[in-house]
T-cell receptor
């Protein structure tokens, strides 16, 4: 079974540009999450999809971030326009759902975003 | 609200020595606790999880952790470190919203030959 995959692995962009990150969850997983780790600090929750619906987007920093999950399969996270403080590692995770209260989240390798 | 504190951003042990990585949590509801490990250029991998059953939880690769409610701790241990254990370890807690994980800032484990 393939794990969670993320593309690209690294992205270097100029301030003001747009970047789109992609996440492909484990096949059959209804839940998809985005997290971010900035400058070696803690990994912080951004948002949670159940299928194509946003269940919780309380961690999204501001309206420069837009996440989508059309069709309930892969997800994209767009940053437009990018700012210096957006640099960090963006992790995607997925979980099966429907397994009770505690659902193990499986993480991808992350996308390292550098904004210059 | 939930939060996690991991004491020690870097821990160094000799091969064969005890590994102890500390995690303290704060939670306003009964917590569920996790330890993840990240090897270089890989995603986070689940080591073990506490879900209100046995307080001593055994995970993969010989790691275990003990939930101590009175101390609000969930420290990770391994009796004998191996070179392959060198990685970054993250403690996480979830509570009322079981789909929202709160992570600590991570502890990098270095294993010396």
């Amino acid at each position: 079974e393939a794990g969670v995959t993320q593309f690209p692995s690294h992205s270097v962009i100029e301030k003001g540009q747009t970047v789109t990150l992609r996440c492909d969850p484990i096949s059959g997983h209804d839940n998809l999450y985005w997290y971010r780790r900035v400058m070696g600090k803690e990994i912080k929750f951004l948002l949670h999809f159940v299928k194509e619906s946003k269940q919780d987007e309380s961690g999204m920093p501001n309206n420069r971030f837009l996440a989508e999950r059309t069709g309930g399969t892969y997800s994209t996270l767009k940053v437009q326009p990018a700012e210096l403080e957006d640099s960090g590692v963006y992790f995607c995770a997925s979980s099966h759902g429907g397994q009770g209260a505690v659902d193990t989240q499986y993480f991808g390798p992350g996308t390292r975003l550098t904004v210059l | 609200a939930q939060s996690v504190t991991q004491l020690g951003s870097h821990v160094s042990v000799s091969e064969g020595a005890l590994v102890l990585l500390r995690c303290n949590y704060s939670s306003s509801v009964p917590p569920y606790l996790f330890w993840y490990v990240q090897y270089p250029n890989q995603g986070l991998q689940l080591l073990l999880k506490y879900t209100s059953a046995a307080t001593l939880v055994k995970g993969i690769n010989g790691f275990e952790a003990e939930f101590k409610k009175s101390e609000t701790s969930f420290h990770l241990t391994k009796p004998s470190a191996h070179m392959s254990d060198a990685a970054e370890y993250f403690c996480a807690v979830t509570g009322g919203n079981f789909n929202k994980f709160y992570f600590g800032s991570g502890t990098k484990l270095n294993v010396k030959p």
